[in-house]
């Protein structure tokens, strides 16, 4: 078994007893440090007691919950930060003078997707595609939320703390936009892919650097790399007939304003379907927002995959000068002139979310509003 699996194995056993903890309280919450020692002991006793349960060296367990304390310390300070409101005056200035980590991997690795996004953060080529017209982006906004609850359901309903942009301290010039930071200090990164097939053991180079990159900015050491498949069932009475107790599923209703920006509501979790469908359609009945219904989406989760991923300290100093180089690229083409005229630049595959450009992903959810229902 790799260290890897060991710790996330004790991950699981230490949420039992910092969030429930059967009735007691040894910790709640990032502002709560949990005593080593006593929680070490407590699981090594627990795990000698089940024998369902793999056994580890005390010694073993106390040196991961001191990392854990570690990465709660660092999440602790990132929630003091003041969150930047998406589309903001000074999301988009912050936006406009960094390259991000969704970013990083096109912006290092050369050539002409290199210079056509120094171009870009330059200002002086125009995109004017419509992102939120394109299915796989628009699938990956819709379902980010309903992965994040999955996660947090199968991690012992952990929590998750939202981060809008983030900016590295040490580069005025880069930043990230983790998807989350779980109750342990964990960063998330999420990917619901919208025909990609998903291979357990396998993490697309852009996306592994795009978490080096996160976890550089957030001074993380660790990230749990999410993907999930969803299945749109167009068909209701198939998804009433779904089991509750072995599916994970629910409900989405679709809104739009008169940006064209869509809105999405939630159906709640632990719902039976017909409890999701019978609520969302009560809640859409009496619905009083200046929106437009579009459509409602029953779905259910198929496969969802979770691959822990380190920080490489030793890689990353490697990286550090590509962003600064690449930097100095886009200060050059500021001086140039707007380019009139041209083949229109895409930065975004059709078929999937997987290239696409941190801007347009941020921009479209940006443009977009999630909320469950209440």
Same mark, same amino acid.
């Given at each position: 078994?790799?260290?890897?699996?060991?710790?996330?194995?004790?991950?699981?056993?230490?949420?039992?007893?910092?969030?429930n #903890?059967?009735?007691?309280?040894?910790?709640?919450?990032?502002?709560?440090d949990?005593?080593?020692?006593?929680?070490?002991?407590?699981?090594? #006793?627990?795990?000698?007691?089940?024998?369902?349960?793999?056994?580890?060296?005390?010694?073993?367990?106390?040196?991961?919950?001191?990392d854990i304390?570690?990465?709660?310390?660092?999440?602790?300070?990132?929630?003091?930060?003041?969150?930047?409101?998406?589309?903001?005056?000074?999301?988009?200035e912050?936006?406009?003078?960094?390259?991000?980590?969704?970013?990083?991997?096109?912006?290092?690795?050369?050539? #002409?997707?290199?210079i056509?996004?120094?171009?870009?953060?330059a200002?002086?080529?125009?995109?004017?595609?419509?992102? #939120?017209?394109?299915?796989a982006?628009?699938?990956?906004?819709?379902?980010?939320?309903?992965?994040?609850?999955?996660?947090?359901?199968?991690? =012992? =309903?952990?929590?998750?703390?939202?981060?809008?942009?983030?900016?590295?301290?040490?580069?005025?010039?880069?930043?990230?936009?983790?998807?989350?930071?779980?109750?342990?200090?964990?960063?998330?990164?999420?990917?619901?892919?919208?025909?990609?097939k998903?291979?357990?053991?396998?993490?697309?180079?852009?996306?592994?650097?795009?978490?080096?990159?996160q976890?550089?900015?957030?001074?993380?050491?660790?990230?749990?790399?999410?993907?999930?498949?969803f299945?749109?069932?167009?068909?209701?009475?198939?998804?009433?007939?779904i089991?509750?107790?072995?599916?994970?599923?629910?409900?989405?209703?679709?809104?739009?304003?008169?940006?064209?920006?869509?809105?999405?509501?939630?159906?709640?979790?632990?719902?039976?379907?017909?409890?999701?469908?019978?609520?969302?359609?009560?809640?859409?009945?009496?619905?009083?927002?200046?929106?437009?219904?579009?459509?409602?989406?029953?779905?259910?989760?198929?496969?969802?995959i979770?691959?822990?991923?380190?920080?490489?300290?030793?890689?990353?100093?490697?990286?550090v000068?590509?962003?600064?180089?690449?930097?100095?690229?886009?200060?050059?083409?500021?001086?140039?002139?707007?380019?009139?005229?041209?083949?229109?630049?895409?930065?975004?595959?059709?078929?999937?979310?997987?290239?696409?450009?941190?801007?347009?992903?941020?921009?479209t959810?940006?443009?977009?509003?999630?909320?469950?229902?209440?």
């Open positions: 078994m790799s260290t890897t699996d060991i710790n996330k194995d004790i991950d699981l056993c230490l949420l039992k007893y910092i969030t #903890n059967g009735g007691g309280s040894h910790c709640s919450g990032s502002d709560d949990f005593n080593v020692d006593e929680v070490a002991t407590l699981i090594y #006793n627990d795990s000698k007691d089940n024998k369902e349960k793999r056994t580890y060296k005390y010694e073993i367990i106390k040196e991961r919950l001191a304390n570690k990465y709660r310390a660092e999440l602790k300070e990132l929630l003091k930060l003041p969150l930047m409101k998406q589309r903001s005056d000074e999301w988009f912050a936006r406009k003078s960094r390259l991000t980590a969704s970013d990083l991997y096109d912006a290092v690795k050369g050539g #002409n997707v290199s056509k996004l120094a171009k870009k953060k200002n002086i080529i125009i995109d004017t595609i419509n992102y #939120n017209a394109i299915p982006l628009k699938w990956g906004t819709m379902f980010e939320p309903m992965a994040t609850r999955c996660y947090s359901q199968k991690m =012992n =309903n952990i929590d998750i703390h939202d981060f809008g942009l983030i900016c590295d301290k040490e580069n005025k010039h880069f930043g990230a936009s983790p998807d989350g930071i779980n109750e342990l200090g964990i960063m998330l990164e999420i990917k619901c892919p919208y025909s990609r998903i291979v357990d053991g396998v993490i697309p180079d852009k996306y592994r650097m795009q978490i080096q990159g976890l550089a900015v957030c001074k993380l050491k660790e990230c749990d790399y999410i993907e999930c498949i299945k749109s069932i167009d068909d209701k009475e198939e998804y009433l007939e089991d509750h107790n072995t599916t994970k599923h629910g409900v989405i209703a679709e809104y739009y304003n008169s940006k064209g920006e869509y809105v999405y509501y939630y159906s709640d979790a632990d719902r039976t379907p017909k409890e999701c469908v019978e609520d969302i359609c009560d809640y859409n009945n009496n619905f009083k927002e200046n929106l437009k219904f579009s459509k409602y989406t029953f779905w259910s989760l198929d496969e969802m979770i691959q822990r991923v380190v920080f490489n300290a030793i890689a990353w100093e490697t990286i000068p590509k962003i600064d180089a690449f930097w100095e690229k886009v200060e050059e083409y500021k001086m140039l002139p707007i380019e009139i005229g041209i083949k229109k630049y895409k930065f975004v595959d059709d078929d999937d979310d997987d290239d696409a450009n941190a801007d347009d992903v941020a921009n959810k940006a443009n977009t509003t999630s909320s469950s229902r209440k």
